[in-house]
């Protein structure tokens, strides 16, 4: 999803709903607020990006899903000390679908459960055929050198494949990395060994 849309674009489908028949353009308008509301929500939510997935599912219809990475103040200036302590926390609480995690980029911890799903109040006839339940997986991992969380969240109702999911979900963590490429590229470019210490050590450990 685009979370920060251009005006030019915004007004563009603007124009666009103006073009369509009446009945068309109400149904249209209606999705357009739904899109806003969503965007506001996501914001709200310190969301960075958003992603929506349709499968295939084992009998010929398909499935969605939807992933988020996120930011999230922690209290104090350590965000490496709350995650150490989430991470222990859920050492002793595997039994609630809490474990934690060791990923390249450094300590983090998986937190994964099964919640009600959300249920239309304006369209309560909907309910019906949504699914009463989907599976919610997040990692959070500590940001470098700020008292941030970042935190990655897949939500599926396809809970006959939560384990593929949560498969998705590490595999994606594992990807995560602090390094800028465009800055990387252009140390390699010029880059000499050199040995480094102190403040120049600490920013390197911080940020790969």
């Known amino acids: 999803m685009d979370l920060q849309p251009p005006a030019e674009r915004l007004m563009e489908i603007v124009n666009r709903l103006r073009g369509l028949p009446e009945r068309e353009r109400d149904e ?19 969301v960075q990006e958003c992603a929506l997935g349709v499968h295939p599912d084992d009998f010929g219809g398909f499935t969605t899903s939807v992933f988020t990475v996120s930011t999230m103040l922690t209290a104090g200036n350590s965000s490496k000390l709350v995650v150490a302590g989430l991470a222990g926390s859920a050492a002793d609480s595997r039994g609630e679908g809490m474990r934690p995690l060791e990923l390249p980029c450094g300590v983090a911890f998986l937190s994964e459960k099964r919640s009600p799903a959300p249920r239309s109040s304006l369209r309560p006839e ?14 959070a991992v500590a940001a470098p050198s700020s008292p941030e969380l970042i935190v990655l969240q897949m939500v599926t109702p396809d809970l006959d494949s939560a384990d593929a999911y949560r498969d998705v979900l590490l595999g994606i963590a594992r990807t995560l990395t ?28 911080d940020f790969g």
């Open 28 to 46: 249209a308008d209606r999705a357009m607020r739904l899109y806003a509301g969503i965007i506001s929500l996501l914001d709200a939510n310190r």
């Open 178 to 205: 602090f390094t800028d490429p465009a800055r990387e590229a252009a140390d390699d470019d010029d880059w000499e060994p050199e040995t480094l210490t102190g403040v120049a050590a600490a920013m390197r450990n």
């Open 126 to 139: 909907v309910n019906e055929a949504a699914p009463s339940h989907v599976w919610q997986g997040t990692i």
